[in-house]
């Protein structure tokens, strides 16, 4: 367990919908990472928070969003969803903050999302 | 941005042997590579990292190597033991985004 929490464990929606996945990091981690992974595509960065600001994006779509919350929990918010977006959905944390070093991601469990 | 390449796709190895993954990265100024375990439908594990200051990391069985000159790093298991069968993925970063790349991943088999 590495103390990353993800809800929920399986979504099964329709195209054209909308969805939220939440992410709760480790104690006392400030930065939060979401990930897709897909067969096709593998596992792609697709954007980083830090105490509550946006600090990278990777490859994440436009119908994608994301905010992190004074709690430091995240959600990442995926609209007009097409089959392509059926993935599995990680999100990491990690202590890294505004310095130099890079901090170890340890990943939730992830949430499956299924478009059909 | 950051590529990163990762061969072979899959090894299979006999119980008690080593087995040994490798990975080519394309910016120079990454400098930081973890190594993650991932078993079905579970998440990745972190394992073993190493920054670009050190040339080699040993923890247990695992190790893992860098050569930053020729920007290829690589994961080393010895005595291999059924439970090391899984997914295993290289990444790299440092080079001015904070996200990992990944490699496209090596499937590990184990044979008895």
């Known amino acids: 367990d590495s103390g990353v929490t993800q809800t929920p464990k399986h979504l099964i929606t329709a195209t054209g919908q909308r969805v939220t996945l939440r992410c709760s990091p480790r104690s006392g981690d400030l930065s939060v990472y979401w990930y897709q992974q897909s067969l096709d595509q593998g596992l792609q960065f697709l954007i980083q928070?830090?105490?509550?600001?946006?600090?990278a994006k990777g490859n994440i779509l436009e119908r994608f969003s994301a905010q992190q919350f004074p709690d430091l929990h995240s959600e990442l918010n995926l609209s007009s969803l097409e089959l392509g977006d059926s993935a599995l959905y990680f999100c990491?944390?990690?202590?890294?903050?505004?310095?130099?070093?890079?901090?170890?991601?340890?990943f939730g469990p992830g949430t499956r999302l299924t478009v059909t | 941005g950051e590529n990163v390449e990762q061969h072979p796709s899959t090894l299979s190895v006999q119980e008690g042997d080593s087995a040994v993954i490798k990975c080519t990265y394309s910016d120079s100024a990454s400098n930081y590579f973890p190594w993650y375990k991932q078993e079905l439908g579970k998440r990745p594990q972190l394992i073993i990292d190493?920054?670009?200051?050190?040339g080699e990391k040993k923890d247990q069985r695992i190790a893992v190597t860098l050569n930053k000159t020729a920007k290829h790093f690589s994961l080393h298991i010895t005595e291999t033991q059924p439970e090391d069968s899984a997914v295993y993925f290289c990444a790299a970063t440092g080079g001015g985004a904070d996200g990992l790349t990944f490699g496209k991943g090596t499937h590990l088999i184990i044979q008895p």
């Open positions: 990491a944390s990690s202590v890294r903050g505004l310095g130099v070093t890079i901090h170890e991601q340890y």
């Open positions: 190493i920054r670009s200051n050190v």
């Open positions: 928070y830090y105490n509550g600001e946006e600090r």
